[in-house]
Nanobody
């Protein structure tokens, strides 16, 4: 049974940093691309970042490029989202999801199509 658990969210002041983790269980993470998504109150879910199964290819939403970094450690079955220079507009529930489609980061992301096994999400609040 594929399961993902996000953690690392919290309350942070503008300009601060957080690192989110996405821990996988019940499957081998090596074969899956990983996407990070977020949903703010009253807004649609949006793709934040995506990383290929090998980790060689990454994609970012324009709103986070240069501030966020996605990475993965397959041996630990964990993916990360390092978030720097946080701003109030980054406030949202952040989710990770996986896909067996090797081209999902190119052909589907930032849409959620093709991603499965969503986690429960972790709340990130950026406020002074």
């Amino acid at each position: 049974q594929l399961q993902l658990v996000e953690s690392g969210g919290g309350l942070m002041q503008p300009g601060g940093s957080l690192r989110l983790s996405c821990a996988a269980s019940g499957f081998t993470l090596d074969y899956y691309a990983i996407g990070w998504f977020r949903q703010a109150p009253g807004k649609e879910r949006e793709g934040v970042s995506c990383i290929s199964s090998s980790g060689d290819s990454t994609n970012y939403a324009s709103s986070v490029k240069g501030r966020f970094t996605i990475s993965r450690e397959n041996a630990k079955k964990t993916a990360y989202l390092q978030m720097n220079s946080l701003a109030p507009e980054d406030t949202a529930v952040y989710y990770c999801a996986v896909s067996r489609n090797p081209a999902v980061c190119v052909n589907s992301w930032p849409r959620a199509l093709g991603f499965v096994s969503w986690g429960q999400g972790t709340q990130v609040t950026v406020s002074s």
